[in-house]
């Protein structure tokens, strides 16, 4: 190597030490937050990601195996929601336990829980997290699906948990935002500085 070789090799280690240090002390960064949604329409993935936004949350989307769309598909998921029936849900890519708060949300069927948000309740220990717990309907039957998963979560032991329930008509931004707030200061008991 020449010497103008040389001096542009140690120009790049110099550049690169610093660099592999910093990759080795770094702790990777904490994840505090999951948000765990399961959305047939669209609806509640809307919320979830919003949510994710102000909470700096990762997000879980829970895949439900079962065909919920079609007429037989949305009776299927009618009856089975009115009869507590589980489901079979894709493999989580974020594990539950190495998150301290888990906001959990998902649409009202009939006024129930969905068949994935309940397979996901009832495989997950959840005790020992804070929950936020938020869902949507178009007109009525939130407010008791939502206290349904409370129940399912809390074992009967009547735990109140923060909860934000919407319907489709409170989507619009201005209207989310405040919801949002409002929830975000309830789960964590602070307001986010902007
Ligand atoms: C099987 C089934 C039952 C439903 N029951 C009700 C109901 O009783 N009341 C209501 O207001 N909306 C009801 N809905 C509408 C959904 O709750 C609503 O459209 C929600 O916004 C869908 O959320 P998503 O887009 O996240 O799936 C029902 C929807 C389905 C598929």
């Known amino acids: 190597m020449n010497k103008f070789t040389d ?42 990601e919003k949510l994710a936004k102000k909470f700096g949350a990762d997000v879980e989307r829970l895949i439900d195996q079962h065909k919920r769309t079609g007429v037989f598909g949305i009776s299927s998921a009618g009856k089975d929601a009115v009869a507590s029936n589980t489901t079979v849900i894709d493999a989580l890519k974020h594990n539950p336990r190495d998150y301290d708060t888990i ?20 495989q997950n220990d959840l005790s020992g997290k804070k929950i936020g717990l938020f869902g949507i309907c178009h007109l009525t039957g939130v407010e008791h699906a939502i206290e349904e998963a409370a ?5 009967g032991t009547l735990k109140k948990f923060p909860t934000m329930p919407l319907r489709e008509g409170e989507l619009a931004e201005d209207v989310l935002f405040k919801k949002i707030d409002v929830f975000y200061t ?9």
Request: charged share 20%; hydrophobic share 45%; net charge positive.
């Open 103 to 122: 906001l959990i949300g998902g649409p009202s069927w009939f006024g129930n829980v969905t068949p994935a948000v309940r397979t996901f309740i009832m």
């Open 151 to 155: 129940d399912l979560i809390s074992k």
């Open 186 to 194: 309830e789960v964590m008991g602070e307001t986010k500085k902007k």
């Open 7 to 48: 001096k542009i090799a140690v120009f790049l280690l110099c550049l690169l030490i610093p660099g592999l240090a910093w990759s080795e002390t770094t702790p990777p960064k904490e994840k505090k937050v999951l948000v765990v949604y399961y959305s047939r329409t669209g609806h509640t993935q809307l919320v979830a």
